[in-house]
């Protein structure tokens, strides 16, 4: 027991002195920078691997988080809106049995004081079959105020033919997609068949005034979009809406207007952020998360064994060399730092030059990398087939933070059996 | 042989050097059979779920239904077509399905609806949907009325057992059509979108709503699996012998989303691999070149003594794939063993992650699967890299002129 205590003060003092060693002394460290570049081609080697590490996992990374953020944007900008607000209810029963029946007049008052609001705009949502002279299918209509819809979404940028809508009576606007299922083109005649609010069959005849194409393949193979007052004559609603969708000035702000909202409207409405809207999109971010950090622990894992396997090499064919600095009156704290300050330079050095090859990765595609030859199966899962990486600061500091620590364990080894060596010993060694 | 011997021997002068490197290279082969498994499995798992839940392995239409998916495009359902399909080689079972669109209403709420009509026996040699029912029943073979909802779509109709809809379509013969269905049973799809949109009846049910007698859709098609969905394919092109009034496709081109998904998904997962394989790679390299410069006098001693450059060169890159070779194969005695026992117990997903693999359409159940290329392209990779790694030190070794070799220290 005595003999423990002992050797945990002993080891106390020793990593003191390193720790002492390790900050204080500027000659260690000009000596570990020479000691690193002895040997330059293994250090370039390993600088290679670091930094091949280094950059592929910032890229992929960066790639990955492009994905998602477009993933993300391509929801809100085509149709979620960064808050949505219903009838209680809404949410577990969507449907118009579900609506606002003041128009949304309370919730357009609040949102017309509020901060951080950039537009709103009501919609009217249900299901019904469209049916053209060819073919039928069902749709979800979507019933929406042109104007303010287009300071919502970009829908009235994705008509790739025909128009927008623009107040002229019974005018429908649907995806490509649907367009060539029904087979029905710009100026065609469709039925829209659906129930009104009292429950009873109600139908309608529009002309197709645009076709549209987004980056999500659910909307453009299955959603119609039509002009409020129709759909609200359709359901027979009065001027009762479905929702009112939301757009911020700053996303990350969300969270204080919807309670903010919750506070102002009360117990009468449901008010959601898009994260709420989208539970899947949230679970899909965070998933995306944990493979980044699987694919950071794998990657790290096999450098520190390149890392440690340098060191050791350095330091086993220097045992002499130690030898003869600690028995001319070098401390063993000392070497310790030494050895330290030489595996944090080579990872410093890995570190730069990954970097550097990031950065010309980046660089190379700034534009983006286009995908649009697998394009549909991005679209099925709401993904533009263009992706631009993104890199955020986190997955800088990651790998770096993560290949110091590397390094220093990775050579902490070799270095402590470094200074424990007796220089009569060492000395004896070739 | 001597060779053999000899760079063995040169692998283990340094222990502790080779003992890193090959710890390394395990990690490695083992990350690669693993997540190469795990993706495998999860691909193929997406593909017998999609196959199993609505495509076939390969399905057979009336030309240009694939491209149009409207009722105008039919089969003709006739014992010719029977014996055809009875007599393909390979077919292990088929169902005849009438598909369209309806509008389904109960009370004031109503949703659009894909209309499955299906003979239930026949279905069930072909997809799982029977066994998918929540409660209830499946729909009855004889035109009865009773209808199938998804989970979602009854909860969002607010219909249970019992309830009585309104189903409202068009038929073929473009007249209105509509009818009431009493709900039968709930089904629960993994697919999200299917499970709130899909409503099953019966085919006989179908083929009288959407005045389609003796006609269907669709034929979808059991093969043994997706690797042998082409060869059916085949065989039953054949058997129909040329009629151009019927289209057979695959699963690959019935879903043409799914495998670009898988795709993508593949491409993510070895640009990571490649990754991990080069850092090792350069572990190899580093290694190699480390013992081939501390023998350069040794090295020279050879040279001196007659052994022909070219052996040298050998030897070090036997020294090389041994190195690698230890490695690969301690990974996988390591790897194999872990993908057999997940492979033979899957793992079930819970919370968060089982509602993202709905968004996929699947259960949620990680499955791994090791397919023989796994192991073999490990090893092609691994060793690979090792020949790449050790031709810049075997060339300097080989190159070294006795007389300056002798002279370094």
New interface residues.
């Given amino acids: 027991m005595k003999d423990l205590q002992r050797r945990l003060r002993e080891d106390g003092v020793f990593v003191r002195a390193v720790l002492l060693a390790f900050e204080r002394d500027a000659f260690l460290r000009r000596i570990a920078w020479r000691n690193v570049w002895r040997n330059g081609?293994?250090t370039v080697?390993?600088v290679?691997?670091i930094a091949?590490?280094i950059a592929?996992?910032v890229l992929?990374m960066a790639i990955?988080f492009g994905m998602v953020v477009q993933m993300v944007e391509t929801a809100i900008a085509t149709d979620l809106g960064h808050l949505q607000i219903h009838a209680r209810g809404y949410e577990d029963?969507?449907?118009?049995?579900r609506r606002l029946d003041d128009g949304g007049r309370m919730g357009i008052a609040a949102l017309d004081v509020a901060e951080n609001v950039t537009a709103w705009a009501p919609r009217v949502r249900?299901?019904?079959?469209l049916?053209s002279?060819?073919?039928?299918?069902?749709?979800?209509v979507l019933a929406i105020d042109p104007e303010r819809e287009a300071r919502i979404t970009v829908l009235a940028d994705s008509v790739t033919q025909g128009a927008y809508l623009d107040g002229e009576k019974r005018r429908i606007l649907i995806g490509e997609a649907l367009a060539e299922?029904l087979?029905v083109r710009l100026g065609s005649k469709v039925v829209l068949?659906?129930?009104?609010?009292?429950?009873d069959?109600a139908g309608e005849a529009f002309r197709v005034r645009g076709l549209f194409r987004t980056p999500s393949?659910?909307l453009n193979r299955?959603t119609v979009y039509l002009q409020l007052e129709e759909a609200q004559r359709l359901f027979a609603m009065g001027d009762a809406i479905s929702e009112l969708a939301v757009r911020t000035a700053d996303r990350d702000r969300v969270v204080g207007l919807q309670r903010h909202l919750v506070e102002e409207l009360g117990e009468g409405v449901e008010v959601r952020n898009w994260e709420q809207l989208a539970?899947?999109l949230v679970?899909?971010v965070?998933?995306f998360d944990q493979m980044a950090w699987i694919?950071y622990a794998?990657?790290f894992?096999?450098?520190a064994?390149?890392i440690?396997?340098?060191m050791?090499?350095s330091v086993?064919?220097r045992t002499r060399e130690i030898g003869v600095i600690t028995s001319i009156g070098m401390s063993g704290p000392r070497v310790v730092a030494m050895v330290t300050w030489e595996s944090l330079f080579l990872v410093g050095v890995g570190l730069v030059a990954g970097f550097v090859l990031s950065a010309t990765g980046l660089f190379l595609l700034r534009d983006g990398i286009d995908?649009s030859r697998?394009?549909?199966?991005?679209n099925?899962?709401g993904v533009p087939s263009t992706i631009v990486p993104v890199v955020r600061t986190k997955d800088l500091v990651a790998p770096t933070v993560v290949a110091a620590v590397t390094g220093i364990l990775a050579g902490l080894w070799p270095a402590v059996r470094a200074s424990r060596a007796r220089p009569a010993e060492a000395l004896r060694h070739v | 042989m001597l060779e053999l011997r000899l760079a063995w021997r040169n692998v283990w002068r340094n222990r502790r050097r080779t003992g890193l490197t090959v710890a390394a290279t395990v990690f490695a082969v083992t990350l690669v059979v693993v997540f190469v498994a795990m993706a495998a499995g999860l691909h193929e798992k997406m593909i017998e779920d999609a196959v199993r839940l609505q495509s076939g392995h390969v399905a057979a239409a009336g030309r240009g239904y694939f491209e149009e998916r409207t009722l105008d495009q039919f089969l003709e359902l006739d014992q010719e077509l029977f014996d055809e399909l009875d007599g393909a080689p390979g077919v292990l079972g088929w169902a005849p399905r009438v598909i369209s669109f309806g509008l389904l209403s109960k009370d004031t709420d109503a949703r659009g609806v894909g209309v499955l009509g299906v003979d239930p026996e026949r279905e069930s040699s072909v997809t799982t949907l029977a066994g998918r029912l929540k409660r209830g029943d499946f729909v009855s073979a004889e035109a009865s009325r009773g209808i199938v909802l998804g989970e979602r779509l009854a909860d969002n109709l607010d219909a249970d057992l019992g309830d009585v809809l309104l189903l409202f379509s068009q038929s073929y013969s473009l007249e209105t059509a509509y009818d009431l269905f009493t709900v039968v049973g709930v089904i629960k799809f993994p697919d999200i979108t299917m499970d709130r949109s899909v409503a099953v009846i019966s085919l006989a049910d179908a083929q009288a709503f959407f005045a389609y007698e003796g006609r269907a859709s669709e034929v979808a098609v059991l093969a043994k699996d997706a690797d042998h969905a082409a060869a059916v394919a085949a065989s039953l092109r054949t058997a129909i012998d040329g009629d151009a009034q019927v289209d057979v496709r695959t699963w690959d081109k019935l879903m043409p989303d799914l495998v670009q998904f898988i795709f993508i998904d593949d491409a993510g997962m070895y640009i990571m691999l490649v990754i991990l394989v080069v850092v090792v790679g350069f572990g190899i390299l580093n290694t190699i070149l480390m013992s081939v410069l501390e023998r350069t006098r040794e090295l020279g001693v050879l040279l001196a003594l007659g052994l022909r450059p070219g052996a040298v060169f050998r030897l070090v890159y036997v020294e090389s794939l041994l190195l690698a070779g230890v490695g690969l194969l301690i990974g996988l005695a390591i790897g194999i063993p872990i993908v057999l026992y997940l492979q033979a117990n899957p793992i079930p997903l819970g919370g968060d992650l089982a509602q993202a693999t709905e968004l996929f359409g699947m259960d949620p159940v990680m499955t791994w699967k090791l397919k023989p290329m796994n192991p073999i392209g490990s090893c092609i990779t691994i060793l690979g890299v090792a020949a790449l790694a050790a031709f810049y030190p075997a060339l300097k070794a080989a190159r070294g002129r006795p007389v300056d070799a002798l002279r370094s220290v």
Avoid: C, H, K
Avoid at chain 1, 374 to 378: D, R, S, V, Y
């Fill in positions: 081609r293994r080697v390993v290679i691997a091949v590490g592929g996992t992929s990955n029963d969507p449907g118009l049995a249900s299901d019904g079959l049916t002279p060819r073919a039928s299918a069902g749709v979800s299922r087979r068949s659906a129930t009104d609010v009292r429950g069959l393949s659910e299955s539970p899947l679970y899909f965070d998933m694919v794998a990657v894992i096999a450098m064994f390149g440690a396997n340098v050791l090499m086993f064919e995908l697998w394009g549909e199966g991005l099925s899962m």
